[in-house]
């Protein structure tokens, strides 16, 4: 039974005073929650400031991104072990608006990936078609480039210390949610993937997020599903009582 994972990607929201309110709204509310894993991912500057708040809770910090080089000239970025060393325990790699706003490809996936492992960060990497990729019917095809290309070269250790988000990017802050079937059949795709790689007990360990407009109301029927084993969520994540209702949804 794979043990269910959800995580706040509050994205380029919240000043520090917020995500201070923020948290601590939520310690409470989730405080009672053990077999569940709760992960935030507030921006960068703001991590140190969480940290502090949750690191004797059952809340665990993650960043939205990092860079695959440890060190040196690479102005603005920020690299793994930084990320390790204020605190954080996930990353989350290759989301579809960095892909779409920044130019991130499967490499650089690959590579931040690589990076994350290393420092000892648990990567949540995302996948996801565009709408009028499944319109024509192409879903398929992307998420097996997606899951070829950032994985390219990985053993099964490595992929096995990895989280799955599968985030359809036309359910992205439109609430045009994936219904649970939809949504099923692209994990179940992505965990027959894994089996085809990496072997059964790879293919039964990983765990497969679904993100794409969660919320109090939809949660429970998502997270019901035999291969969607937690949930990335973004605006929900950002008021602390929808976020804990939604981690509430995840207990077995
Ligand atoms: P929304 O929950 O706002 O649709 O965002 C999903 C997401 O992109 C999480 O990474």
Redesign the pocket.
């Given at each position: 039974m794979r043990r269910k994972i959800i995580a706040g990607?509050w994205k380029m929201n919240k000043l520090r005073s917020e995500a201070v309110e923020l948290v601590k709204g939520l310690i409470p509310l989730v405080a009672d929650v053990r077999d569940v894993d709760i992960v935030v991912c507030p921006v960068y500057v703001s991590l140190s400031t969480v940290y502090d708040l949750i690191k004797d809770t059952n809340i665990a910090l993650g960043a939205q991104d990092c860079f695959w080089e440890e060190k040196g000239a690479y102005t603005g970025e920020v690299s793994a072990p930084m990320l390790k060393d204020v605190g954080a325990s996930y990353v989350?790699i290759g989301?579809?608006?960095r892909r779409q706003y920044f130019g991130e490809t499967d490499e650089w996936v690959n590579k931040k990936t690589r990076a994350a492992l290393k420092a000892g960060l648990t990567p949540i990497v995302?996948v996801g078609e565009r709408l009028e990729e499944r319109e024509v019917g192409r879903t398929i095809d992307v998420i097996s480039r997606q899951l070829e290309g950032g994985f390219a070269g990985f053993d099964k250790g490595q992929i096995g210390g990895c989280v799955i988000?599968y985030?359809p990017v036309w359910?992205?802050?439109?609430g045009k949610t994936a219904t649970p079937e939809q949504a099923q059949e692209v994990h179940s795709f992505i965990r027959g993937w894994l089996k085809d790689n990496y072997g059964e007990e790879v293919a039964d360990k990983v765990r497969i997020q679904y993100?794409?407009?969660?919320k109090p109301a939809n949660a429970r029927s998502l997270l019901t599903q035999p291969d969607i084993d937690g949930a990335?969520?973004?605006?929900?994540s950002l008021k602390a009582e929808d976020f804990a209702e939604i981690v509430k949804a995840a207990i077995v």
């Open positions: 990607n989350v989301h579809s608006e995302c988000a985030e359910a992205i802050g439109t993100g794409g407009s969660v990335l969520v973004g605006g929900a």
